[in-house]
Each structure stands twice: as structure tokens, then as C-alpha cells.
T-cell receptor, first 112, second 115 residues
Framework: GNSVTQMEGPVTLSEEAFLTINCTYT??????LFWYVQYPGEGLQLLLKATKADDKGSNKGFEATYRKETTSFHLEKGSVQVSDSAVYFCALSASNTGKLIFGQGTTLQVKP | DAGVIQSPRHEVTEMGQEVTLRCKPI?????LFWYRQTMMRGLELLIYFNNNVPIDDSGMPEDRFSAKMPNASFSTLKIQPSEPRDSAVYFC?????????????FGPGTRLTVL
């Protein structure tokens, strides 16, 4: 079946450090892939997405590339800020349904 | 568009009481999802609707939970009777699958506390 695995958190970084949050998936067909972010006390909001292999999604300095050969969609940012502190969820779309399959979430803490 | 609207934002109730959570999806979206988020279990899909019809309710924890979508612009999640273990943040989300590649738009959530 479809599944998403994210690296365990929390991830603690200093401001301006490089960020990588790993995400791998198992899916049939050709799912779309997403990264959602949840700031404290808020709902999830889309950070970026990629709909086919080799696509790169990007937003607010974050990037992720859809790698079909390694079934991965790792999230990266070159220089994190304190304001990036949040929970990040990797997700894939389940074919022929409206459902998203979410990873367990990774908490990022950025210290000044 | 105002986005997905949920009410109330916070609900505190006593064990045994009935709780009703409300959701207004984005206009034109044909899918609606109810999720529950807790520290222990993370984000769980409870039920989802397509064109107002429940498609999959396998995530509904027990018979105390029920959900309805009487029309395209309104859905409710009801817990009767409520228990302390139901305390969580409940999110509603909607999507237009054809246009959005299954991107879901989330509401701000309802934080439920059952005493």
C-alpha cells in the first residue's frame, strides 16, 4: 500500500544553518508529492508540491525534488530562520481518490 | 475566497456532553476531509466525502463519532457522548481533485478539550 516515511524529529538547528528533512515513499502509480508546514497553533498549509518525476517544488527558500528512482522527496533550505520553526509533513496523493497519505511529521526548531 | 472555515475555534466541554464541530469548505471543492491531531497519534484521517457522499469512514474511532455533509457548503462532525480521550485538534480540509492534484486546503482547526 501507499506510505510515507519521514526522518524522526525534533531537528534543532542554529539560524542560517542548512536544512534537510528526509522523506521517502511507497506508492503505486505516479502520485503527486507535497510538503505541508504547520506553525504553532495553526492548521497545515501547503509549502510546495511536485506532480511528476524530476519536478522541483520550491517556495520561501525551500526546495524538494521528486526522485522516482530513489522514491524520495527530501526537503531542503540553504539558510533557516527562527521563523521556520514548525512541524513539516511530507505527503503523497493516493491515486483515484482525494486522499493524501501523510508522514508522521518532523518538528524543526531553529535557535538564534 | 476565505478559505476553509471551521467553528468553533475552541471548545471546552464536560465528559458525556454532545459536541458538534462545523466546517465550510472552499466553494467549488468536491472533496471534504475530517482529521484529528494529537501528540500521541499524530494526524489521523477520520472520514472523507466526495460530492457530499461519505466515501471512507474507516478512520472514525467508534460509534460515538458521526459526520454529515448535507450540502456542498457545510459539514459537521459530532461526538456523542464525548470522553476525555477525544481531546484533540480537529481539522477540516477540502480539495478540487481535478484542478489541484489532490492539494488539500486546511482550516484553522477546532481545539476540543473534554474535561
Amino acid at each position: 500500500g501507499n506510505s510515507v516515511t519521514q526522518m524522526e524529529g525534533p531537528v534543532t538547528l542554529s539560524e542560517e544553518a542548512f536544512l534537510t528533512i528526509n522523506c521517502t515513499y511507497t506508492a503505486t502509480g505516479y502520485p503527486s508529492l507535497f510538503w505541508y508546514v504547520q506553525y504553532p497553533g495553526e492548521g497545515l498549509q501547503l509549502l510546495l508540491k511536485a506532480t511528476k518525476a524530476d519536478d522541483k517544488g520550491s517556495n520561501k527558500g525551500f526546495e524538494a525534488t521528486y526522485r522516482k528512482e530513489t522514491t524520495s522527496f527530501h526537503l531542503e533550505k540553504g539558510s533557516v530562520q527562527v521563523s521556520d520553526s514548525a512541524v513539516y509533513f511530507c505527503a503523497l496523493s493516493a491515486s483515484n481518490t482525494g486522499k493524501l497519505i501523510f508522514g508522521q511529521g518532523t518538528t524543526l526548531q531553529v535557535k538564534p | 475566497d476565505a478559505g476553509v472555515i471551521q467553528s468553533p475555534r475552541h471548545e471546552v466541554t464536560e465528559m458525556g456532553q454532545e459536541v458538534t464541530l462545523r466546517c465550510k469548505p472552499i466553494s467549488g471543492h468536491d472533496y471534504l476531509f475530517w482529521y484529528r491531531q494529537t501528540m500521541m497519534r499524530g494526524l489521523e484521517l477520520l472520514i472523507y466525502f466526495n460530492n457530499n457522499v461519505p466515501i471512507d469512514d474507516s478512520g472514525m474511532p467508534e460509534d460515538r463519532f458521526s459526520a454529515k455533509m448535507p450540502n456542498a457548503s457545510f459539514s459537521t462532525l459530532k461526538i456523542q457522548p464525548s470522553e476525555p480521550r477525544d481531546s484533540a485538534v480537529y481539522f477540516c480540509a477540502s480539495t478540487d481533485r481535478e484542478l489541484s492534484y489532490n492539494e488539500q486546503f486546511f482550516g484553522p482547526g477546532t481545539r476540543l478539550t473534554v474535561l
